[in-house]
């Protein structure tokens, strides 16, 4: 199928004419609280699930809800054996919610609120990751089916519900299902842009290690007046042990930890340091002014060339309002590894472990919990599809897409690689100041509308 | 009043013959749920304290519930204007219940419940600490007052609600209304048994300096995939500052915490090494086998004698089920200081203070929130009281009380020692399995019922 400019342009036409549709069933799907992390909201996972499959099946797609081991899988194919396919990943799952008293608004009962300056924005959990991401490119494929009945590429959805739980089910469910994904490329759609106004491509992702650490000391927790100082305490054990695992200069001190890092070649540090990002103007942003990480990177190197080390959450003893003089029995710490490559995300994982077991003082036990270890991926920076895409968004933006890495993770893109060998188009609409995974997530009216009309194009630009 | 034997002994039977009504009585004020920290039950607060300033005005005491800035005071005078009169301290309010789940039983609802071996004891929050204390004093009262129609001395009493929640309106109170309490001596009832059948006098107490510490960093909650490395991590900051409050030998690193502690002189700790006490067994009893305080210091010492500081709560980020990839904006510890005599608690407060703001890394600030600030107490061993006391704690036990210095703190026999001039008697019967502020907390109905007993002949023997 080669797509005449007035057939996109009629697209394109359609998209605008029909926003308000889009924005009532982006809003039915980000009503339903699709939290993963927790259990207690599996069935409402399922029921975004459903949604999902039922609309998929609408459009023509042979479309399923499919069993794992977690939350289910939506799959809805629409292959074209002669022609370009592609896998399309997303995930309907959200990140939790908390603190609720800081959100403006329910985080499940999306608001399209308005600024000053007339923009128009979407306030709720998922408004932007995934959930108003993953639309963009429904949209834009409804576009398609309703106007010329086809698209432009054969597609196979592949949308899961525990991107925001270390994607524990989706290896399993791929690698057992791999045949069913054969394809050229994979679409994925979980990444920002570049700027309000410049889109972006991400051609590498950091991995992630994530372990959950609790401390046991006492046998039951403990009154510091009876037992203060003789009693070993698990909160100092566990702010001991994340002290010691920073070096002074910012660095991670857990051993071994930079053995594998490949650095990032000097042409490409040069490449960023040209390009229009102000560290000092990233981190005042959100109230900072110094870059906390390793001493001679830059803030951009910092986010998104190099591995850390972050403490997600502590929690010991009591932390409700006053004051309780108590020795608890356990603490515990969830700590996390952004990683690039080359490193072994087990390798890591391991030397974390020994590192911790390493300075157990006395009477501690230590379990560890594991929420994933996935390797940092990255694609080339050329190739007939990304270049395609690459037009297909300048034309939409009018301004070339800047191509970088990515300092999040996203387990899925390296099982698609790792398993079914296709390297992913990253491609997003969300902006920095989304505040993805924290209260008051939001996407811009623009992102979105924006976003279908950049799929359409490059759909076209694909087919 | 000079009380003959035999008057003695009517008085005991009294007691014995009454203790399922004092066990019902001592169970209403268990029901009530007055958790003295935690604001949210200011009403339940009042409500144990009208309930036993009722119960003190039924005894023919000048009762009465008193307002503070906090919860109120219950204060009941019966003096005796030309004999000796003692101010009788308790308090009314009790710990957090949390973590629930960890009771066997609603700890509101207290339940009698028997041991394979026939032991019977009552578990419920405030069953030892210090409900259950301050009725085996007041049921002591009441024997008297039913058999002989007065009362041995001139007693007032007065009962706090704030003592778990660093006594906030005592000392105010106290100050402000001192020539009602002026008396020979305090009764003080918040200790503890020796071991299950030897009696204590405690001669000593830590002090507390206790402090709320928050940090902040970036002005919300991060996304770890976007931030992690650049942003400065709360997490981390306040672990590294814990990290810091601790030298390798155990002892508190905060600058001159040590000048100005009264070193225990050398015949009175060669007599608590005579002392049935095993360190070992100790730390056993709550699965412990390694002192974790200062080298070089016995248990003991470490628990009673030595100044310690401990985490007693920490928290920051995500806690709850699974994980998820934040940066939290804050990050918070509840840190205390426990003091020996001549420590001054807001030297060591501003010395921590200055330790904390000196080991800022940038882009963070700190606010502190002082939960109580109290010095360490001690008194004579021996004096006509204590050493009536004793006799009469070895008529009723059968052997010889224990005196030493207690580990906790009691901000209020503080207080009543600077503003009211008293030496406390510090005389209770809870054991050291009792679980006090933990889950399950219980006294041992044989505490109980002898405690009342013991009390019936203090006042006998002061009077």
Redesign the interface.
Same mark, same amino acid.
């Given at each position: 199928m080669s797509l005449p400019p007035q057939e996109l342009e009629r697209l394109l036409a359609h998209v605008d004419a029909n926003l308000g549709e889009s924005l009532d069933r982006w809003f039915a799907l980000l009503r339903i609280p699709s939290i993963?992390?927790?259990?207690a909201y599996a069935p409402q996972c399922r029921a975004a699930a459903d949604w999902l499959a039922a609309m998929l099946g609408e459009l023509g797609f042979d479309a399923a809800v499919r069993d794992t081991d977690g939350n289910p899988m939506v799959v809805g194919h629409r292959r074209k054996p002669d022609g370009l396919n592609a896998v399309f990943y997303g995930h309907y799952d959200v990140? &939790?919610v908390?603190p609720l008293g800081l959100w403006a608004s329910d985080p499940f009962e999306p608001v399209l609120a308005e600024r000053e300056n007339g923009e128009k924005f979407v306030r709720a959990r998922g408004a932007a990751d995934d959930k108003g991401l993953v639309m963009t490119f429904v949209e834009a494929c409804r576009a398609f089916l309703n106007l010329t009945g086809d698209l432009p590429i054969g597609l196979s959805f592949l949308i899961e519900g525990e991107e925001?739980?270390?994607s524990r089910s989706f290896a399993p469910f791929v690698t057992a299902n791999a045949a069913e994904f054969e394809a050229d490329l994979a679409l994925v759609c979980d990444t920002g842009m570049w700027d309000k106004s410049t889109p972006a491509i991400v051609t590498s992702l950091?991995g992630?290690v %994530?372990e959950?650490v609790e401390i046991t000391?006492?046998?039951?927790?403990?009154?510091?007046?009876?037992? $203060?100082?003789? %009693?070993?305490?698990p909160?100092?054990v566990?702010?001991?042990i994340?002290?010691?695992?920073?070096n002074p200069d910012?660095s991670v001190a857990v051993e071994g930890f930079y053995d594998d890092v490949r650095e990032v070649p000097p042409e490409i540090v040069e490449m960023w340091n040209k390009l229009d990002f102000d $560290?000092t103007e990233?981190?005042a942003s959100?109230?900072?002014?110094?870059?906390? $990480?390793?001493k001679g990177r830059t803030?951009f190197e910092?986010?998104n060339a190099?591995?850390?080390c972050?403490?997600?959450?502590?929690?010991?003893?009591?932390?409700?309002?006053?004051?309780?003089?108590?020795?608890p029995s356990k603490?515990?710490?969830?700590i996390?590894f952004?990683l690039v490559a080359d490193q072994d995300p087990h390798k890591v994982r391991d030397a974390f472990r020994k590192h911790v077991r390493d300075r157990l003082? &006395?009477?501690c036990t230590v379990k560890f919990e594991e929420?994933?270890a996935a390797a940092a991926v990255a694609v080339p920076y050329s190739g007939p599809h990304i270049d395609k895409a690459r037009q297909a968004l300048m034309d939409e933006w009018g301004t070339e897409p800047v191509l970088h890495g $990515?300092?999040?993770?996203i387990p899925a893109v390296e099982t698609i690689k790792k398993v079914l060998g296709l390297d992913a188009l990253m491609i997003g609409f969300s902006r920095?100041d989304d505040?993805?995974?924290?209260?008051n997530e939001k996407l811009d009216l623009e992102s979105f509308h924006k976003g279908i009309r950049s799929w359409v194009r490059i759909l076209a630009a694909l087919g």
């Amino acid at each position: 199928m080669s797509l005449p400019p007035q057939e996109l342009e009629r697209l394109l036409a359609h998209v605008d004419a029909n926003l308000g549709e889009s924005l009532d069933r982006w809003f039915a799907l980000l009503r339903i609280p699709s939290i993963s992390t927790d259990p207690a909201y599996a069935p409402q996972c399922r029921a975004a699930a459903d949604w999902l499959a039922a609309m998929l099946g609408e459009l023509g797609f042979d479309a399923a809800v499919r069993d794992t081991d977690g939350n289910p899988m939506v799959v809805g194919h629409r292959r074209k054996p002669d022609g370009l396919n592609a896998v399309f990943y997303g995930h309907y799952d959200v990140q &939790p919610v908390d603190p609720l008293g800081l959100w403006a608004s329910d985080p499940f009962e999306p608001v399209l609120a308005e600024r000053e300056n007339g923009e128009k924005f979407v306030r709720a959990r998922g408004a932007a990751d995934d959930k108003g991401l993953v639309m963009t490119f429904v949209e834009a494929c409804r576009a398609f089916l309703n106007l010329t009945g086809d698209l432009p590429i054969g597609l196979s959805f592949l949308i899961e519900g525990e991107e925001e739980s270390a994607s524990r089910s989706f290896a399993p469910f791929v690698t057992a299902n791999a045949a069913e994904f054969e394809a050229d490329l994979a679409l994925v759609c979980d990444t920002g842009m570049w700027d309000k106004s410049t889109p972006a491509i991400v051609t590498s992702l950091r991995g992630l290690v %994530a372990e959950d650490v609790e401390i046991t000391c006492a046998s039951r927790d403990l009154h510091s007046g009876g037992y $203060g100082s003789a %009693a070993r305490n698990p909160n100092q054990v566990i702010a001991d042990i994340i002290a010691s695992l920073r070096n002074p200069d910012g660095s991670v001190a857990v051993e071994g930890f930079y053995d594998d890092v490949r650095e990032v070649p000097p042409e490409i540090v040069e490449m960023w340091n040209k390009l229009d990002f102000d $560290g000092t103007e990233f981190l005042a942003s959100v109230g900072l002014t110094t870059p906390a $990480g390793e001493k001679g990177r830059t803030v951009f190197e910092q986010i998104n060339a190099r591995p850390t080390c972050e403490i997600n959450g502590i929690s010991g003893g009591y932390a409700g309002p006053g004051f309780k003089t108590v020795i608890p029995s356990k603490a515990n710490a969830k700590i996390s590894f952004r990683l690039v490559a080359d490193q072994d995300p087990h390798k890591v994982r391991d030397a974390f472990r020994k590192h911790v077991r390493d300075r157990l003082p &006395p009477d501690c036990t230590v379990k560890f919990e594991e929420h994933g270890a996935a390797a940092a991926v990255a694609v080339p920076y050329s190739g007939p599809h990304i270049d395609k895409a690459r037009q297909a968004l300048m034309d939409e933006w009018g301004t070339e897409p800047v191509l970088h890495g $990515g300092g999040g993770s996203i387990p899925a893109v390296e099982t698609i690689k790792k398993v079914l060998g296709l390297d992913a188009l990253m491609i997003g609409f969300s902006r920095k100041d989304d505040a993805v995974h924290s209260p008051n997530e939001k996407l811009d009216l623009e992102s979105f509308h924006k976003g279908i009309r950049s799929w359409v194009r490059i759909l076209a630009a694909l087919g």
